[in-house]
């Protein structure tokens, strides 16, 4: 299930473990059904997969995206290289990082 770009701010605040309740309320079907996915444990918590990319490939976040069943994270490097790196939504495992 693809996640706009535009949507990222609103999924990384509805899967932060301490989120306002307001960023929580309403939202798309896409939003709530990735809530209930991490909820339900069927998912890894993005913020999970965001720490151990940055841990991997210090550097600035720029893009998160979920698609079928992936988590894609792209970070630019100090050196100006944006690495992108693909967890696994379910197991939060490392399928692959490249150079974008």
Request: charged content about 25%; proline content about 8%; glycine content about 8%.
């Amino acid at each position: 299930m693809p996640i706009a770009p535009t949507l990222l701010l609103p999924l990384l605040l509805a899967l932060a473990p301490q989120a306002p309740v307001h960023a929580q309320e309403g939202g798309s079907r896409q939003q709530e059904a990735v809530r209930q996915a991490v909820r339900q444990g069927r998912w890894v918590p993005l913020q999970q997969v965001v720490a151990d990319a940055l841990r991997r490939y210090p550097g600035k976040l720029v893009e998160v995206e979920l698609e079928d069943g992936k988590y894609e994270i792209e970070i630019l490097g100090p050196n100006g290289v944006v690495m992108e790196l693909d967890y696994d939504a379910a197991t939060g495992r490392l399928l692959k990082m490249e150079e974008d």
